[in-house]
């Protein structure tokens, strides 16, 4: 199986809404970190919020405080991504990734070691 699977992207209006969710492999979901990440074709794949399943902390990029949030399903081994209030410049192929709890302090794509095969979000003006 996948060690992690990302679904829930689409096209929406600039304003709008969308949830991305994230499963994970139990082995991999445990005491880890659990982060969304994004990239648009030429440039490098960015952090955009990142939950230690533990105790559940939180960590966001500054692009996206107060607009995204990020929650876990701790029985379904999931993690999601709220995202309102959504801009055009939000326009990206969001990817889940994992790695261990360290992972999250950083939020750099270079530090996570499993990922999805990602999911389109468009956001139209």
């Known amino acids: 199986p996948e060690p992690v699977v990302e679904s829930g992207g689409g096209s929406v209006q600039a304003g709008g809404s969308l949830r991305l969710s994230c499963v994970a492999s139990?082995?991999?979901?445990?005491?880890?970190?659990i982060a969304w990440f994004r990239q648009v074709p030429g440039k490098e794949r960015q952090g955009v919020a990142a939950?230690?399943?533990?105790?559940?902390?939180?960590y966001y990029a500054d692009t996206v405080k107060g607009r995204f949030t990020i929650s876990q399903d701790t029985d379904k081994n999931s993690v999601y991504l709220q995202m309102d209030s959504l801009k055009p410049e939000d326009t990206a192929m969001y990817y889940c990734?994992?790695?261990?709890?360290?992972?999250?302090?950083?939020?750099?794509?270079?530090?996570?070691?499993?990922w999805g095969h990602g999911t389109q979000v468009t956001v139209s003006p």
């Open positions: 990734g994992a790695e261990k709890r360290g992972a999250c302090y950083t939020l750099e794509a270079v530090d996570f070691g499993w």
């Open positions: 939950i230690h399943t533990g105790p559940g902390t939180t």
């Open positions: 139990e082995h991999i979901y445990r005491g880890n970190c």
